[in-house]
């Protein structure tokens, strides 16, 4: 029995003989800034301190202000499909993102957390509380 097995939410695994694209279609909404691979549960962005689900670039853009890190300017011109935060001049650390945020993934949402670890988490939808 060749092929990939899925499991739903309540367990329950089927095989899926020959995956094509459309096989691993999901049938759940799709919520912004939760790009994953087919078959994978999608996460949000939180911040802790609000226990808000960031939506949008100009919510995370606001968050990160508070917390000192600024825009990078310069780097429209050399690559205008990403967004970058950049906490000083000085400073080597650097938040490189995705400009639609739709298409902002988990590998993308971790960098912000190893950065500001006490400040944002990456946790499945349906584990965040509501907005405060």
Known sequence: ???????NKNGVARLIPN???ESFERREPHHPGTATAPGARPRVLVYVPANHVIGSHAELEQRLGELGWTRYHDAAAAKPDLIQFHK???SAHLISLPRDFANLKTLHM????V????????????NVGPSV
């Open 115 to 126: 950065k500001n670890r006490s400040f944002f988490e990456v946790r499945d939808p349906a």
């Open 88 to 90: 000083s001049d000085r």
């Open 1 to 7: 029995m060749s092929g990939v097995w899925l499991f």
């Open 19 to 21: 995956p094509t694209r």
């Open 110 to 113: 971790y960098d912000i957390v």
